[in-house]
């Protein structure tokens, strides 16, 4: 059974730092671009950062470009996101998803695998 299971949320102040780690299972997703996205109540899911398969590219959404970064470890199976800088417009449901594509892609109907999501709430 293939999974992304999501971990690391929690209730930080603005300001603060936190660490988002996905860790996949049921096949090897090494030759995947793998994407963070989230979903605040009463909006859209929307796109966060993605990286290639090999880790050499990444992209990030213009509200968390240079506070956010996305990594990877192939021989893991594991995708990070580092969140710093965290402000209160970024609470939301955070959600891992895996993308048979290689290369960066940035729309939802790309990805194929997703998380069941992990909740950060940033406070003012």
């Known amino acids: 059974q293939v999974q992304l299971v999501e971990s690391g949320g929690g209730l930080v102040q603005a300001g603060g730092s936190l660490r988002l780690s996905c860790s996949a299972s049921?096949?090897?997703?090494?030759?995947?671009?793998m994407g963070w996205f989230r979903q605040a109540p009463g909006k859209e899911r929307e796109f966060v950062a993605a990286?290639?398969?090999?880790?050499?590219?990444?992209y990030y959404a213009d509200s968390v470009k240079g506070r956010f970064t996305i990594s990877r470890d192939n021989a893991k199976n594991t995708v990070d996101l580092q969140m710093n800088s965290l402000k209160p417009e970024d609470t939301a449901v955070y959600y891992c998803?895996?993308?048979?594509?290689?290369?960066?892609?940035?729309?939802?109907?790309?990805?194929?695998?997703w998380g069941q999501g992990t909740q950060v709430t940033v406070s003012s």
């Open positions: 049921g096949r090897t997703f090494s030759g995947d671009a």
């Open positions: 998803a895996a993308s048979y594509l290689a290369q960066i892609t940035i729309p939802t109907e790309a990805y194929d695998y």
């Open positions: 990286i290639s398969w090999s880790g050499g590219s990444t």
